[in-house]
């Protein structure tokens, strides 16, 4: 007697989670490498760039110099002029060096040519800066989303089954019994936010009668916070640009069917008063 594998159960999700993994990573590591494939080739042209703005400072420098020396060779023959009877067998000697040193030298060039080039050379110096900085940029998101996903995609994330950009999921795991625990789960959980607050503070509102409201409130904002700046990571490490409801934390909140924080609790801004 045969036996089949259902497509439902257990297993198929166990499977179809790991190919959505799998899926995610080569995805990441598919966007960090073109970033990091264009922050090579912007260092590269920035650094062309630079040489050739060097070489012509240095072709610049180089005709001042050997003009200076000729006219200083022209100021000593002028000084002979005035040195007595022997003075014509004196050029006579020097005419020769003369001839062949003047022979030497290259037409004059436009130095207001040599300038334009040099600005020219610079404002492109200057562009593929730009490009660098975009690029790193780009490749710093690619990271960061990364990061993100291997840290939400641990083994202690697969035993509750839920989707690594689930809110509620996140929530629940932020859960503790003080202001102060919460806190410090998302300082474990939360790998995209910087926790600033200080710690010690929350005790003077552990016994207030709201504090369970509060650790509950907490819990879902800095949950809703996370997943909003993991899914704007990761549609900018895709190579392009968030859309309008990733455009901030109260466009991504109101976006939401169930937002667990919603839009009108969120302020964009706040306005102090003197």
């Known amino acids: 007697m045969s036996m089949s594998i259902s497509p439902f159960g257990p297993a198929a999700d166990r499977a179809r989670n790991e190919e959505s993994?799998?899926?995610?990573?080569?995805?990441?590591?598919e966007a960090v490498e073109v970033g990091e494939k264009a922050a090579d080739a912007a260092k590269k042209l920035v650094e062309l760039h630079k040489k050739e703005a060097d070489k012509y400072k240095r072709l610049?420098?180089?005709?001042?110099?050997?003009?200076?020396?000729?006219?200083?060779?022209?100021?000593?023959?002028?000084?002979?002029?005035?040195?007595?009877?022997?003075?014509?067998?004196?050029?006579?000697?020097?005419i020769p060096?003369?001839?062949?040193a003047t022979a030497g030298l290259p037409p004059p060039?436009?130095?207001?040519?040599?300038?334009?080039?040099?600005?020219?050379?610079?404002k492109d110096r200057d562009a593929f800066a730009e490009l660098l900085e975009s690029a790193t940029k780009e490749r710093d998101a690619a990271l960061r989303a990364r990061d993100a996903a291997i840290a939400r995609l641990q083994p202690r994330r697969r035993?509750?089954?839920?989707s690594p950009w689930d809110a509620e999921a996140l929530k629940a795991r932020l859960h503790a019994p003080t202001l102060r625990g919460v806190l410090e789960q998302a300082q474990r959980h939360c790998s995209s936010l910087v926790i600033t607050a200080d710690m010690d503070?929350?005790?003077?509102?552990?016994?207030?009668?709201?504090?369970?409201?509060?650790?509950?409130?907490?819990?879902?904002t800095l949950?809703?916070?996370?997943?909003?700046?993991?899914?704007?990571?990761?549609?900018?490490?895709?190579?392009?640009?968030?859309?309008?409801e990733l455009a901030n934390l109260k466009a991504y909140c109101t976006s939401q069917s169930f937002p667990l924080l919603a839009e009108d609790k969120v302020i964009l801004s706040e306005a102090f008063s003197s």
């Open 97 to 100: 060096d003369l001839v062949q």
């Open 223 to 244: 949950a809703t916070m996370q997943v909003y700046a993991e899914t704007k990571d990761l549609a900018q490490a895709r190579g392009g640009r968030a859309g309008p």
């Open 60 to 94: 610049a420098e180089a005709e001042r110099g050997r003009r200076r020396e000729v006219e200083a060779r022209l100021r000593t023959c002028s000084k002979l002029l005035g040195e007595g009877p022997n003075l014509e067998a004196k050029l006579n000697s020097m």
């Open 201 to 220: 503070e929350t005790k003077n509102l552990e016994h207030h009668q709201k504090a369970p409201h509060w650790r509950d409130r907490l819990a879902a």
């Open 109 to 122: 060039p436009e130095v207001s040519e040599i300038l334009a080039r040099l600005e020219a050379t610079e």
């Open 159 to 162: 035993e509750d089954e839920q």
């Open 21 to 29: 993994r799998a899926v995610v990573g080569r995805l990441l590591e």
